[in-house]
């Protein structure tokens, strides 16, 4: 299964896109260099859904940049590849021809075996329901013989599909199987077969004929960034950004990152961190930004961008109406922008009771103005260890980005999220109590 | 704890909200589609969302579990598209498009008349048909012995009763496995008996290289086109499909002169332009000026009092003039008509659209569209006011309904989102005539208040 192709893996660009159609490609650029792609093609065997896609595999511009950097892929024009299916030899042709009259042999005979296969089981299926019913009417030492037959039949069933449907596609993959004795030719003719891709019988395209590497968008280094830090990667507009980050395979795992580039020197607009905050804690994710410091003017490539980038994540901490998580996003928002507060308990503020709820502690403006700016924020530790049990989530968001802040990162974030905190303190803390619903945006830096 | 509580909470809206979750929004685990079995004879159904984990960490299992995860993802997609000889539908393609029959080719002309509604199997006479005129000049498939569903929603059949396929519907269905398609014979020699055997099945990777960016396709139509027909829909091509359409003619250049002075008409656009009008011209609040905006009088009814004070213009989309494709800016145009599958459709006149859809691409176009664009776009389309008993009914209904209607998908990579972008009539619905009493279920007046803004 862990088939390697030849490389570099020729990617077919069609009409300004970026498409793979090979199977092996596909897998083996997923495995090896945690390129996904989005499927966008029909999947034959079950084609009236969209749940489950298959061939061709489109690659953004991004992604086909990454490979051709790395050297494992090329770009190839592919409509101009196939002005070569004009001038293929006959005897080429005739040699296709046959190849794919084999593997359309090959494919019948599988099917028919098959469904002879098939009809056996129901025919054993029949004889055994008999076998019961017979063994229901003897005595108990029928019942003794009949145990074992069951497991037995059940355990074969999806094991010997199993193994056709395995056999299949070798036989599609490796078509030069040796055991192709034209003896029995099914009854129904040869089924044909439409190849995914065209090599064979066009030839193998020649480096010259490769296309340059793909122009890629501003957030490319940032792409780059994430991509050589294990992440995977896919486009993420449905989903309020421009990347979704992936820990491991998106097969298998849950996407962590809502993920939009910025240039160094942009200015963000801040209702975009509140509101990629917000959507980002509301499907359980956390925003991140990043940008490369350096221009490609200052740099020799574009890799070398990439190891100037930086990202950042926010997290939207919605609390309500418990202490303990209430008093720890207090001090971890607050000690990220440098501040300490001085007392470690918060004011309980009268009146704002909920119904059956332990008692909200407010976040006072009095206590606003005791806090100080202290230069280098000495609470870090205390953030990453919160101790409560009832600060269960949030402790587990807090041990994940937490763990592995990087203190020479903070200072250029506190100057840059200053501003933050005088536009967003005062608001939260006047109107998000009074609704009674108090909510502290906890920003968490980290150096991913 | 509070997390306990949280979860006990969540519990019911989550399994409420459950049948919404859309598969197809995220990757899905290839291993359930094992589950499916794609030989037997019971249709296959689809599978419910899997469950993943939250990070990698260095297990066995689930690396295990990862690779059979991938096993199973190399498996469903290095499925083989297969024809059965039985139901095999062989097209051949035609590189340079839609070329009329030549006469010589009519072995057996037969007259009968009305041939352009006559089924397939009826010769067609000699004289081109009104049928050969709608074959697409971008068709560039033809297939000869049209059988199956398929061929009712797509195709356009010429005097030969050959089907000639646009490259959207020759893609789809040579990607689905219903289709062989082949390459012209070599070096043009026309086909002998002998020679028969060499016209290459094309491979779906030459499909792609051969249809895409011809006649106006590009990956992104092709994916909406892809996607909604998967789901059933019948799609065909609308008149905003190709970018350079011209204006009709002389009676067009006519409305184009009139256009210009119409500008603060009641378009979308000139709405604005009124609205702007009316806060720097204080004459036509000239009674606002003088006195009280209601006018000094004796009022009897609040009606009266509301309806003097409605004094800010607002738009109505009845009134708005219908604007041609042209008017339009590129993706910003209806590229295709949508039929739902319960709608009887037929090939030969086209029903009016359930729906209408504008593809945009977002590596093309990053910005959202423009109040210019999207005016034109939502009045390029024919008015669809809100009808009904239940429209009639419930207000929000209406409003979200509009008069005009589009849907807009936004294609990123291949991954589309279908927006659907009405023209509400806020100004229609005057709330004070709607005497007091809930209007729909469990909405009463308290709420529709500050909507009326």
Request: glycine share 6%; proline share 9%.
């Amino acid at each position: 299964m862990d088939f390697q192709p030849d490389l570099p893996i020729p990617i077919s660009y069609v009409s300004g896109r970026y498409l793979l159609f090979s199977i092996d490609a596909v897998t083996y650029l997923r495995r090896e260099h945690h390129i996904c792609g989005v499927l966008i093609g029909t999947l034959p065997q079950i084609p009236q859904q969209n749940v489950f896609l298959g061939l061709p595999l489109q690659l953004m511009p991004e992604e086909a940049r990454l490979l051709v950097d790395k050297g494992v892929a090329c770009i190839v024009d592919e409509a101009k590849a196939h002005d070569g299916m004009n001038t293929l030899l006959e005897e080429d042709r005739r040699r296709y021809l046959r190849d794919l009259e084999s593997q359309g042999l090959h494919v019948s005979r599988i099917q028919l075996d098959r469904k002879e296969r098939n009809r056996e089981q129901t025919l054993k299926k029949i004889e055994e329901k008999k076998a019961n019913a017979k063994a229901k009417a003897s005595a108990a030492a029928a019942a003794a013989a009949q145990t074992p037959t069951v497991p037995e039949e059940a355990a074969s069933t999806p094991s010997a599909k199993n193994a056709a449907i395995v056999d299949l596609f070798n036989a599609e993959d490796r078509p030069s199987s040796p055991s192709t004795p034209s003896t029995s030719i099914p009854p129904q003719g040869v089924t044909a077969i439409t190849p995914a891709t065209s090599y064979p019988p066009l030839p193998t395209p020649l480096p010259s004929s490769y296309l340059e590497a793909p122009a890629v968008p501003p957030s490319y280094p940032l792409f780059a960034h994430l991509h050589s830090k294990g992440y995977f990667l896919s486009p993420g507009l449905r989903f309020g950004c421009q990347y979704m980050a992936y820990p491991g395979d998106p097969l298998r795992f849950h996407s962590h990152f809502l993920v939009v580039s910025y240039d160094w020197d942009q200015n963000i607009n801040l209702m975009d961190l509140v509101v990629g905050g917000r959507l980002g804690t509301g499907v359980k994710k956390g925003f991140l930004i990043g940008g490369a410091q350096k221009e490609i003017d200052e740099v020799d490539s574009e890799a070398d961008r990439v190891d100037t980038v930086r990202a950042f994540s926010l997290e939207w901490a919605g609390i309500k109406s418990s202490m303990e998580l209430m008093h720890h996003a207090t001090q971890s928002f607050l000690s990220a922008f440098g501040f300490l507060i001085p007392d470690a308990r918060l004011p309980i503020v009268p009146g704002l009771i909920e119904p059956g709820k332990e008692p909200l502690r407010r976040f006072g403006s009095s206590s606003i103005n005791k806090i100080q700016m202290v230069s280098p924020p000495q609470r870090w530790s205390t953030m990453a260890s919160p101790s409560s049990d009832s600060g269960r989530r949030l402790r587990r968001a807090n041990n994940m980005w937490l763990r592995r802040v990087d203190m020479s990162l903070v200072y250029p974030c506190i100057a840059q999220l200053e501003i933050a905190y005088h536009m967003t303190m005062m608001p939260l803390a006047e109107n998000y109590s009074s609704n009674k619903h108090l909510r502290i945006t906890l920003i968490v830096l980290v150096n991913l | 704890m509070a997390d306990a509580d949280e979860d006990a909470i969540r519990a019911p809206e989550n399994a409420s909200t459950q049948p919404e979750v859309d598969l197809s929004d995220e990757t899905q685990d290839f291993r359930f589609l094992n589950h499916l079995n794609f030989f037997a004879d019971s249709s296959p159904g689809i599978p419910r969302r899997g469950e993943k984990d939250f990070e990698p960490n260095p297990t066995e299992l689930q690396a295990d579990v990862l690779s059979a995860s991938r096993g199973a993802m190399h498996n469903a997609l290095s499925y083989p598209r297969l024809h059965a000889t039985k139901t095999r539908v062989i097209a051949f393609y035609a590189p340079d498009g839609y070329v009329p029959p030549a006469t010589t080719e009519r072995a057996t002309p037969k007259a009968s008349g009305e041939d352009g509604k006559s089924s397939d199997s009826t010769p067609k006479p000699a004289r081109p048909l009104p049928n050969s005129a709608r074959i697409s000049p971008d068709a560039c498939v033809y297939v000869t012995n049209p059988k199956g569903q398929f061929f009712k929603t797509m195709g356009q059949a010429d005097s030969s009763s050959r089907v000639w396929l646009l490259p959207e519907e020759a893609l789809y269905l040579i990607e689905r496995g219903s289709l062989d398609i082949r390459w012209p014979s070599p070096s043009g020699s026309v086909a002998g008996p002998g020679e028969e055997d060499l016209s290459v099945p094309m491979s779906l990777q030459a499909a792609y290289a051969c249809f895409m960016g011809r006649g106006g396709l590009t990956l992104e139509r092709y994916s909406v086109y892809t996607g909604l027909r998967r789901l059933g829909y019948a799609l065909v091509r609308a008149p905003g499909w190709c970018d350079d359409i011209e204006k009709p003619d002389a009676e067009a250049s006519d409305a184009s002169d009139l256009t210009p002075p119409k500008l603060h008409g009641p378009g979308l656009a000139g709405m604005l332009g009124s609205l702007f009008n009316w806060i720097h011209d204080p004459r036509s609040t000239a009674s606002t000026a003088t006195g009280p905006i209601i006018g000094t009088g004796i009022h009897r009814h609040y009606m009266d009092v509301y309806r003097k004070l409605a004094i800010i213009p607002w738009y109505d989309p009845v009134t708005a003039p219908e604007r041609h494709t042209s008017d339009t800016t590129p993706p910003f145009r209806v590229v295709f008509h949508i039929y739902k599958p319960s709608t009887p459709f037929k090939k030969s006149s086209p029903p009016t659209p359930d729906f209408r859809i504008a593809v945009v691409s977002t590596r093309d176009q990053t910005t959202m569209p423009t109040m210019t664009q999207l005016g034109a776009l939502l009045e390029s389309t024919p008015l669809d006011p809100p009808r009904g008993e239940k429209m009639d009914r419930m207000m929000y209904m209406r409003l979200r309904h509009g008069y005009r209607n589009v849907v807009m998908a936004v294609v990123d990579q291949g991954v589309v989102s279908y927006l659907r972008i009405a023209d509400s009539a806020f100004g229609k619905e005057k709330l004070y005539e709607n005497k007091g009493g809930p209007q729909g279920p469990k909405r009463n007046r308290a709420n529709q208040k500050p909507r009326k803004r």
